[in-house]
């Protein structure tokens, strides 16, 4: 190796390519393959001793689930909404439709309904493709639903909000619903 001393390339605690020396690199070598690396080590998510990663379609199955569930129980579980008191409140709210009327947190889903929720971001549409009950991974919960969410206009497109002048006050009810309409709400 190149030093011996404690923490020089290729002693003891080096990480990296300076660890294994070229003597240590050959056909017959044990831990040949790329430098750093343990023998049988074929990289994130390969088993022990394949020199193959496993496919990508090999999906774990989602958890079998009832035929159908509270909305804010399905909204919280699918990681629309970080937690399941924001998904009841945001039912409570109006911010939670299925099928195009308003969800209390109690409505029923079941499988083909569309679910729209308005949170932080842009509105969310999504048809449920599977109830669940349980919090999930994200990449279960993300199966567990088709998003139907149209893409954002390009910048281009976006008009820009109207300026109210300075000091004409906050705007009326009439003006308000008017913004509203604007906006899409």
């Known amino acids: 190796m190149a ?15 300076e660890a294994v020396g070229p ?25 022990p001793g394949s020199a193959t990663p496993p496919p990508a ?22 990681r629309l909404t970080k937690t399941r ?31 729209r929720v308005r949170g932080e971001g842009p509105e969310r549409i999504v048809e449920v493709a599977h109830v ?3 919090r999930v991974g994200a990449e279960p919960a993300a199966r567990c639903y088709i998003d139907r969410t149209p893409a954002p206009p390009p910048p281009e497109q976006v008009a820009v909000a109207a ?4 000091g004409a006050g906050r705007p009326t009810k009439r003006e308000r619903r008017e913004i509203d309409r604007l906006r899409g709400r």
Request: with cysteine; proline share 12%; aromatic share 2%.
């Open 163 to 166: 300026q109210r002048d300075r």
């Open 132 to 134: 669940l009950e349980r």
């Open 23 to 47: 003597e240590a690199v050959g056909p017959g070598a044990v831990g040949a393959g790329a430098p750093g690396r343990a023998a049988g080590d074929d990289g994130p998510g390969a088993a």
């Open 85 to 115: 008191a924001a998904a009841a409140t945001a039912c409570r709210a109006g911010h939670v439709r299925v099928n195009g009327e308003r969800a209390k947190p109690a409505t029923s889903v079941k499988v083909g309904d569309e679910v």
């Open 3 to 17: 030093s011996g001393a404690p923490g020089g390339a290729g002693g003891p605690g080096a990480v990296g390519p």
């Open 57 to 78: 379609a090999a999906a774990k199955p989602l958890p079998p689930g009832p035929p159908s569930t509270r909305v804010d129980r399905w909204v919280w579980a699918v």
